[in-house]
């Protein structure tokens, strides 16, 4: 199973970014893709989630109506539209996947497989 980002980059603060997971080894749609985000110096915090079989996702209160978790109708790439960038959304964002989605997919230890991670600078 693999998970490739891409997406990152640099914006002012009020901008916009999507960030994209794309995966690949997934034989079904039973599990779940979760954004994180780790400043420096700061432990990995998650940002969003979406069990790939269902429709709506889930959002910390910190992004809640500035970010926006979707797939494609493949089903095999999830994005993070990230909307009104604030510089307090600075870190690296890493996908994680999740192949038994439960109550623990707003902490790191939900998740059996990580990507490699993808750099978002907002500035003042």
């Known amino acids: 199973l693999q998970l490739v980002e891409s997406g990152g980059g640099s914006v002012q603060a009020g901008g916009s970014l999507r960030l994209s997971c794309a995966t690949s080894?997934?034989?079904?749609?039973?599990?779940?893709i979760g954004w994180f985000r780790q400043a420096p110096g700061k432990e990995r915090k998650w940002v969003s989630c979406l069990v790939i079989s269902g429709t709506s996702g889930s959002y910390a209160d910190s992004v809640k109506g500035r970010f926006t978790i979707s797939s494609n109708s493949a089903k095999n790439t999830v994005f993070l539209q990230m909307n009104n960038l604030k510089p307090e959304d600075t870190g690296v964002y890493y996908c994680?996947?999740?192949?038994?989605?439960?109550?623990?997919?707003?902490?790191?230890?939900?998740?059996?497989?990580w990507g490699q991670g993808t750099q978002v600078t907002v500035s003042a």
């Open positions: 080894g997934f034989t079904s749609d039973d599990y779940a």
């Open positions: 994680a996947a999740s192949t038994t989605p439960g109550p623990f997919l707003v902490v790191p230890d939900g998740y059996d497989y």
